[in-house]
């Protein structure tokens, strides 16, 4: 086989979905007519009565960037002490603990979803603990029925970072509706993007005046605040352009779908490569395509194939090396301990998320595989 050709311009993990600019103009003008930018404008409020049908859940609030809605998530359950979650993730997610007070817990992870070890829950739980924010990694739905039954036991909270499940369904059923609270995020590296945005899904009514009221300092009206809240609110312009990009994702969710089937069928049976697979019943959400690269049965080791894609003008992302629990600021923490944590560590070794976005070609994929076929052998 001829030695594959590098790629003239960088090629790298993501590429946002881009509306028609006229489109896009066109909406704006109703904005400027409108002469209203935020605080539930008329974008704002289309865009969330339509996300709640398309997410299938009962209840959403829309905010400025999924991190936000995340610490009002905590805020609106009246989280503390400590919440149990998983290190193998985006360090969002026990950052928004941190910024609540609350001290997270690392638990160590399953070794084929790669989620949070629904078995080693109980474990962590002491007499502080309120709460699991466990997260759809890559969204693969975490194993909602477990989690719950230990939730129940204990009375925790269930938060999840649904931050990479969009349209992500479960035997027919969307994955916002598990746990109390789920948020999505609406950045532009997501399926579905408002520029920066994101949201809080869940059932109870009742949550969503007090989800609402804190993201907008507490302020009920001119002369009442009830809490000290925090400005989450999404804008106008993000809105608007989320309305015309939610247009475009189940296209752009059927050409990954295609992207990922030439993947898996190219890196079918390469000894030491592995292809994260969706679960029987899941719906994906298609946010990723990643490969785990097993060294010893490769003959390169993850960090050899990451470096030699570069030379190919290949930019690949090792989501998530390194562990939040080997963050300066976490890993003091008992339950960082890498003893603890064996199977987060072996597969932050091992995961690379490849190029996947619907503008790159079949053939294109088909050229970073016969490139990454050369990699095997090259060492560690
Ligand atoms: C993107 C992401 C977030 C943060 O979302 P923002 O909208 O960028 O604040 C949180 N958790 C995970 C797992 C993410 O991938």
């Known amino acids: 086989m001829k030695p594959p050709i590098p790629f003239d311009a960088p090629v790298y993990v993501s590429r946002p979905l881009l509306p028609d600019l006229r489109e896009l103009s066109e909406k704006l003008e109703e904005v400027w007519k409108a002469e209203w930018l935020t605080n539930n404008g008329a974008q704002h409020r289309a865009l969330e009565e339509r996300l709640r049908t398309v997410l299938g859940v009962p209840q959403l609030s829309l905010f400025n960037n999924g991190t936000v809605a995340l610490i009002v998530a905590c805020q609106s359950l009246r989280l503390s002490g400590e919440v149990i979650t998983t290190p193998f993730t985006f360090p969002a997610t026990p950052h928004v603990l941190t910024w609540n007070r609350i001290q997270p817990i690392f638990c160590d992870i399953d070794p084929l979803t790669m989620n949070i070890d629904a078995e080693q829950i109980e474990r962590n739980v002491t007499p502080q603990t309120t709460g699991i924010l466990a997260v759809h990694v890559y969204g693969t739905p975490c194993d909602v029925a477990a989690i719950e039954r230990v939730a129940d036991r204990y009375g925790l909270r269930v938060i999840y970072d649904a931050a990479h499940a969009f349209g992500v369904e479960v035997d027919g059923r969307a994955v916002g509706n598990f746990g109390d609270i789920s948020m999505f995020s ?10 920066e945005g994101g949201a809080l899904a869940f059932r109870d009514p009742n949550l969503k005046p007090r989800i609402d009221l804190l993201k907008n300092f507490g302020i009920k ?25 939610l247009e475009h994702v189940e296209g752009e969710r059927g050409r990954r779908h295609e992207l990922a089937g030439i993947y898996r069928e190219r890196l079918r049976g390469v000894d030491g490569l592995t292809c994260l697979e969706t679960l029987p019943g899941v719906r994906s959400s298609e946010q990723y395509f990643v490969i785990r690269v097993d060294e010893r049965r490769f003959g390169a080791s993850r960090d050899r194939v990451f470096e030699e894609f570069k030379k190919y003008n290949v930019f690949t992302r090792k989501y998530f090396h390194p562990l939040c629990s080997e963050y300066a600021c976490y890993r003091q923490l008992p339950s960082a301990d890498p003893a603890k944590l064996p199977v987060a560590h072996r597969v932050a070794s091992e995961v690379l998320a490849m190029p996947f976005y619907g503008r790159l070609g079949a053939d294109d994929v088909s050229r970073i595989c016969d490139m990454l076929l050369t990699f095997r052998g090259s060492g560690a």
Do not use: C, R, W, Y
């Open 186 to 195: 609406f950045h532009a590296t997501k399926l579905f993007h408002t520029a």
């Open 221 to 245: 009206d001119q002369e009442t605040v009830m809490m000290p809240g925090i400005n989450g609110k999404m804008n106008e312009l993000s809105a608007a352009l989320g309305l015309l990009v």
